[in-house]
């Protein structure tokens, strides 16, 4: 099992920046990707970032320049960074994990952190 706690998410004004953080706990040994996503009102859940174990990220086309993924492995620690937000990207934010077992995977979810970009 992999125990994921998102935090950061705020109220902010457009064009802030904001720095979400997910404490993983457990297995994470077993984790090979690990992943933001977010789900605004109405919409589907949608990823934003990604970062494999050894380090690749990865951003979907529409998520690329404003969002940065990173993971601090010594504090099992994932953060996502988000600059210029817009009210667009209010949502709220969720950590997520996959963990190999062998021959099955099995994925992870937080509770979620809520941003909200408004004046």
């Known amino acids: 099992q992999v125990q994921l706690v998102e935090s950061g998410g705020d109220l902010v004004q457009p064009g802030g920046s904001l720095r979400l953080s997910c404490a993983a706990s457990g297995s994470v040994n077993k984790v090979n990707v690990w992943g933001w996503y977010r789900q605004a009102p109405g919409k589907q859940r949608e990823l934003v970032a990604s970062?494999?174990?050894?380090?690749?990220?990865h951003y979907p086309d529409s998520m690329k320049g404003r969002f940065t993924i990173s993971r601090d492995n010594a504090k099992d620690t994932l953060t996502l960074q988000i600059n210029s937000l817009q009210p667009e990207d209010t949502a709220i934010y969720y950590c997520?994990?996959?963990?190999?077992?062998?021959?099955?995977?099995?994925?992870?979810w937080g509770q979620g952190t809520r941003v909200t970009v408004s004046t």
């Open positions: 997520n994990a996959v963990a190999n077992w062998g021959p099955n995977e099995s994925e992870y």
């Open positions: 970062i494999h174990a050894g380090g690749a990220a």
